[in-house]
């Protein structure tokens, strides 16, 4: 089984590498980082630099895809064509389609969500429902058929046991989790906007919009405007045409 790790200037890396500690774990497993080239890449905050180890091109129908998010380059990975056209040719073979965080706008970007319901970090659900999907705002997983996308960050580990638990039983799920030993027992609790006191909702917020700015967004929030529009007219033209042709 080949799974395809998305990877990508800015990715958040425990979005990315949550996944893979549970997922290598999957018996006869083969774990690709894919990019537009094989090369290093440095994960936001500008700290940590992990690598693809393959470009889209040499892996061109994974078992399962998994598209991670990231805090200030999302809308450049979703204007990035490269992707956006590797996402839809391996979707139609993939077994299973996956994101975490704020990666579900990087597949809606692509079409992929259109119509399905899906979550994603909690600051980012309303861009989901502008490309056609359907958003579960209090949900931390969620399947919509072979597609399943989980909420922020560290919901991407429960993400993957979920995965393992449905490739290969339960008894395996819980040995990779006791493996890993994934065992949450937070010294706080307010993992959750609806857990969280309004000053720090407030303050999360304010963090994340300045930790979000990026200037590419001045090129990349045109041309995806301009991709989804292109899109829905040549769809809506070809069905046209299916009708009177």
Known sequence: MQVAIVLYPG???????GPYEVLKLVPDVEI?????????VVADGGALVIGCTHAFEEVPSPDIVLVPGSTANTA?????????????????????TLSVCSGALILAAAGILDGHKATTHWIAQDGLKAF?????????????????????????????????KDLCGQKHAE??????????????????????????????????????KNIRDVVSVPS??????????????????RLFG
């Open 32 to 40: 690709c980082f894919v990019g537009n080239l094989p090369q290093p």
């Open 175 to 212: 040995t990779v989790q006791l493996l890993i030993e994934y065992d949450p027992a937070p010294p706080v609790d307010s993992g959750h906007p609806s857990k969280a006191t309004a000053a720090v909702l407030k303050a999360a917020k304010i963090q994340l919009v300045r930790d979000g």
């Open 76 to 96: 450049t990975a979703m204007a990035d064509q490269a992707l956006i056209t590797w996402l839809k040719q391996v979707h139609q073979t993939s077994q299973l």
């Open 11 to 17: 990715v958040t890396a425990l979005d990315a590498l």
């Open 224 to 241: 995806i405007i301009w991709q989804t529009i292109l899109e829905r007219v040549r769809n809506r033209n070809s069905s046209k045409w």
């Open 132 to 164: 056609g999907a359907i958003p579960q705002k209090d949900e931390r997983i969620v399947r919509s058929g072979k597609i399943i996308t989980a909420a922020g960050v560290s919901s991407g580990i429960d993400l993957a046991l979920s995965v393992v």
